[in-house]
């Protein structure tokens, strides 16, 4: 286990290290202190439901940490093409799937208010204990919001608005489940005056937080469980985090430092850096500092690519 935060590990660790060694998959690439933990980001554009979810069973059965969802609410391309929504699927997947863990890539949180957000957390932690992970960002896709008439800030804003949406959460979704909470937001957008919440997470959620801009690497080290950035533009980052880091008093090495592989549209898993050999790829990441890589499926044939490549 790689703990996320001086608080304490990810309780997801723990789920899918226990399931790795009592055989649950045929994988075999193995995945040891050189090498980061491995998560996938199985796409939720373009793909019916019941098909999601079935590709996300067999994503458990590889020695994964866990699978992540996207965020959005609209497509690029064919209006018709399906877009499923993340908690809405975090629920389900983690429902139908007991030794499935999950995380959120990420929640922009200019689209929701945070109380209801909570709440939604709150609520899927009551039947699958230590297996939600929240990854939380300051929205980044200016045309989704304006199409579905969501305001869409100047980056200060949005960037204040995660801050706040991190301090709602913690404080909804951690301690006494009779508090009632009043909080004050510095932004006027969101104030809780005697807000109660229960039923309260019996382990605690870890917090995500994602992008590259200054603020975003300070707040994820001065308040998150991890940070998570594109591959491409880790190095720099993950060098910042660990001096903010340092700086907020916080132990060495506290926040899980998460690399992105994206894969465009049309390109296939087997055709990435990652595809020609796994282990030695992962090494690499390692070598960079990254505690977790997320790579990128989108389809069936990615998913059996997967697989494949795992047991060579």
């Known amino acids: 286990m790689v703990p996320t935060s ?20 045929t994988a075999r690439l193995a995945l040891t202190g050189s090498t980061p933990r491995l998560g996938v980001a199985l796409g939720t554009i373009g793909l019916p ?44 997947a983690l429902a139908r799937h007991p030794a499935l863990c999950v995380g959120t890539l990420v929640l922009d949180v200019t689209k929701r208010h945070p ?3 909570a709440k939604s957390v709150a609520t899927i932690t009551s039947f699958a204990p230590g297996r939600l992970l929240i990854g939380l960002g300051a929205g980044g896709d200016a045309a989704e919001h304006q199409a579905l008439g969501i305001p869409f800030g100047g ?48 382990e ?5 937080i994602a992008g590259d801009h200054p603020e975003s690497i300070r707040l994820a080290a001065t308040e998150g469980d991890g940070w998570i950035a594109p591959i491409t533009t880790f190095d720099v980052g ?11 008093g916080r132990a060495a090495g506290s926040v899980s430092a998460v690399a992105l592989q994206e894969l465009g549209r049309d390109e296939s898993l087997a055709e990435t850096p990652f595809g020609s050999s796994p282990a030695a790829w992962l090494a690499e ?28």
Do not use: C, K
């Not at 001086?6 to 790795?20: F, K």
């Not at 994964?64 to 064919?78: C, K, N, P, S």
């Open 115 to 117: 109380a209801l957000v």
């Open 155 to 202: 980056s200060g804003e949005r960037l204040a608005q995660l801050a706040e949406s991190v301090a709602i959460f913690r404080a909804l979704l951690e301690g006494d489940p009779a508090a009632r909470v009043t909080r004050a937001a510095p932004s006027g957008r969101v104030a809780l005056d005697g807000a109660a919440s229960s039923p309260r997470p019996a």
């Open 285 to 312: 990441q390692r070598a960079v500092g990254a505690d977790e890589v997320i790579i990128t499926v989108r389809s069936a044939r990615d998913v059996a690519a997967l697989s494949a490549m795992m047991q060579r």
């Open 238 to 248: 993950l060098a910042r985090l660990r001096d903010e880091e340092q700086r907020s």
């Open 204 to 208: 605690r959620v870890p917090l995500y």
């Open 6 to 25: 001086g608080r304490g590990a990810d309780p997801a660790h723990r789920s899918n290290d226990r399931r790795r060694t009592e055989g649950g998959g």
């Open 49 to 92: 439901a019941n098909e999601w979810l079935d590709l996300a069973g067999e994503l458990a059965q590889l020695p994964i940490t866990r699978v992540w969802i996207w965020d959005h609410l609209m497509g690029r391309g064919a209006p018709e093409r399906p877009v499923l929504e993340a908690l809405t699927l975090a629920s389900a």
